[in-house]
């Protein structure tokens, strides 16, 4: 009997060593996604009902059982599906390996285990089980294992009946009751770990503090604001102690006397308050005190939130004095204010308004219509660029913008800018301040100077001068949108230096440079129209974009340019001419040929570029659409 209670033992112990297993492994941090969970719980439960079934006891002469019902049947409630298929897969797999004269009754049992593990599943709907709950699947299981024993020999399942079937219904039951009860359990501190570190996060969060103390005051939990106002290192150094650690005594005794308020008279309230810390700073606080309650209504502590009003009341007291300072402030700015009334006559302005308009100061005082002040400043040549030819509708306009609010910037008969934002009050009086902005219109003029050289800049190719490519790019797609109009034939030079590697590696590239430079030179001498525009298209390549130009003209032009190269007899050992030399490429858009073709014109002037090349270069080629495509070779 000792052996029985032994093999029993130690299937409970598999039973419990599972549960800590799975309680101490943290499965759902281990895995995040919920299949992987899902598997690696019922691998877990499987490999727990193969050991089972290693350690069978025997209930009766010839008759062993285990737990491995118990433990499929829990793998199905609390694992799902996925779980309960691996551990049936396992444990069925493991039977059928062992063989014997049970085989057909153990997978019965198998097959029953597992299909009330399912059923249990779907029925709790996706919640915690409750007690009740797992009391009956527990008898479930105990009652459903009976039936794997009708599939024993009648004669076996009548022999046993009196002395197995009871006493393996109550094991079953109970050692269902016992890992399920230690699941649900583990479940439920898992829901309130996972509760309070929600709550935790959020407390942490708060920009407010937020603390609860005892009963004696001592701090039980505090977030880092609390920390940051007590100027301690962190929340966790308050816990366990009370104001009198971290204020002056007056200051800390006025907080627990609060406390003891709010916990005698069990409700909440606000005060304001301020605090003076141990290093001298002071603060203000706009304080709550609750009272902390437990399930039975008795006050174990007090919730303090304190909001740090300290900006609030500097706020107030700044605007005191600057309510104190405004006034004296009006006569000594900058700026130029004048308040005009719901008629709009001046009621109000400072010196420095009258000083920016010199040639109408005596009649900018109180009790002047806005209109007359208008009419004088134009007669007298103070306000300029005015319409003469309606004077009295410029006036009436202006007026009228004094009723909403804008800016409007305007120059003077000195050369100065004003600049004047109107800001109209609900009892349709209005406060217009003047600025002088002569300092900043100049700037602004130096800036679209600026802006203008810098968009030359980005427009030219550093090394000749000439124009880059993208604004090549740019002034071809205007003409050849001109030329589409009808406003005459466009013509197109491309010019390749020849044998230019080569050149560059005899001489150097700066001896490169200065033959690019050269030979730009040369294209600014013959493309002397100011249509004509000449851009670096890339490398020794340089194109003349010429308007209104046909091709006779462009070959006219082009055969000079390469003559005009020539004649600088620069040396070139590396070309078969013996100096420097240029091919050209014409392309030329007539009204017939603009429309599909339009955008091939840099195509065809690279092919007759090519063409010249290819019929031993320094020539000049024009695009001949019956000439077969080369194949196209730099230098």
């Not at 002469?61 to 599906?81: E, H, K, M, Q, Y």
């Not at 004649?567 to 014409?586: F, P, W």
Request: charged letters at 20%; glycine letters at 8%.
């Amino acid at each position: 009997m000792g052996t029985v209670w032994h093999d029993l033992l130690a299937n409970m112990a598999i039973l419990a060593l599972l549960v800590s297993i799975w309680s101490n492994t943290q499965l759902p941090r281990l895995f995040r996604h919920a299949v992987v969970r899902q598997l690696s719980f019922g691998l877990l439960l499987g490999t727990g009902a193969i050991l089972v079934m290693l350690l069978p006891f025997q209930i009766s002469d010839g008759i062993f059982i285990d737990l491995r019902t118990t433990v499929i049947a829990v793998s199905g409630l609390f694992g799902g599906p996925i779980a309960l298929t691996v551990t049936t897969v396992l444990v069925a797999a493991f039977r059928l390996s062992s063989g014997g004269a049970g085989t057909v009754a153990g997978l019965t049992g198998i097959a029953i285990a597992a299909a009330v593990g399912m059923a249990a599943y779907h029925l709790k709907k996706d919640q915690r089980p409750s007690f009740p709950a797992i009391l009956v699947f527990s008898a479930t299981v105990a009652v459903s294992g009976l039936l794997g024993f009708l599939a024993l020999p009648r004669d076996t399942l009548i022999a046993i009946a009196p002395t197995v079937l009871l006493p393996t219904t109550i094991i079953v039951f109970a050692s269902t009751l016992m890992i399920s009860l230690a699941i649900a359990s583990e479940l439920r501190r898992r829901e309130m770990t996972k509760k309070n570190h929600i709550y935790k996060v959020v407390i942490d969060s708060l920009p407010d503090c937020l603390n609860v103390k005892d009963v004696e005051g001592r701090f039980i939990v505090a977030n880092p604001a609390t920390a940051a106002l007590m100027k301690a290192a962190d929340s966790n150094a308050l816990i366990g102690k009370s104001d009198f650690d971290f204020y002056p005594a007056d200051i800390a005794l006025k907080f627990k006397t609060d406390e003891e308020k709010a916990a005698q008279g069990e409700t909440s309230y606000v005060i304001e308050q301020q605090v003076t810390h141990r290093d001298g700073t002071i603060a203000w606080l706009s304080t709550l005190k609750s009272p902390l309650l437990d399930e039975n209504g008795h006050v174990t502590g007090v919730i303090t939130h304190n909001r740090d009003v300290t900006a609030k009341k500097e706020l107030e007291t700044a605007l005191a004095e600057s309510e104190r300072k405004a006034t004296a402030a009006l006569t000594n700015m900058a700026d130029g204010l004048v308040m005009f009334d719901e008629n709009l006559n001046v009621v109000f302005c400072n010196e420095q308004y009258r000083t920016m308009f010199p040639l109408t100061a005596d009649l900018r005082v109180p009790g002047t219509p806005a209109a007359s002040i208008l009419y004088a400043s134009i007669a007298r040549g103070e306000l300029i660029n005015i319409p003469t030819d309606n004077v009295t509708e410029w006036v009436n306009t202006a007026v009228s913008r004094l009723r909403s609010p804008g800016t409007v910037q305007f120059p003077l008969f000195d050369g100065r800018w004003i600049e004047s934002r109107t800001n109209p009050a609900p009892d349709g009086t209005c406060f217009v301040v003047c600025s002088d902005i002569t300092d900043g219109k100049q700037s602004e003029q130096r800036l679209r100077d600026l802006n203008i050289r810098l968009a030359e800049l980005a427009e030219t190719d550093g090394l000749t001068g000439l124009l880059n490519r993208r604004a090549f790019d740019t002034i071809l797609a205007q003409e050849i949108a001109a030329a589409g109009r009808g406003e005459g034939p466009l013509s197109l030079l491309l010019l390749d230096v020849d044998r230019f590697k080569a050149f560059n590696d005899t001489y150097g590239h700066t001896a490169g440079d200065d033959c690019l430079r050269a030979i730009a030179e040369c294209l600014r001498a013959v493309a002397h129209r100011p249509t004509d525009r000449v851009a670096r298209y890339g490398g020794e390549e340089i194109a003349l974009i010429l308007p209104d130009t046909p091709e006779e003209g462009a070959l006219t032009l082009a055969h000079k340019l390469r003559n005009r190269i020539r004649a600088l007899e620069i040396a070139h050992t590396g070309s078969e001419k013996g100096i420097v030399t240029a091919s050209i490429g014409v392309a030329t858009l007539t009204n017939h040929t603009i429309g599909p073709d339009a955008g091939r014109l840099v195509l065809r002037a690279d092919e007759a570029l090519y063409l010249a090349k290819a019929s031993g270069r320094d020539l000049v080629r024009a695009w001949e659409p019956t000439k077969p495509h080369l194949v196209k070779t730099k230098g």
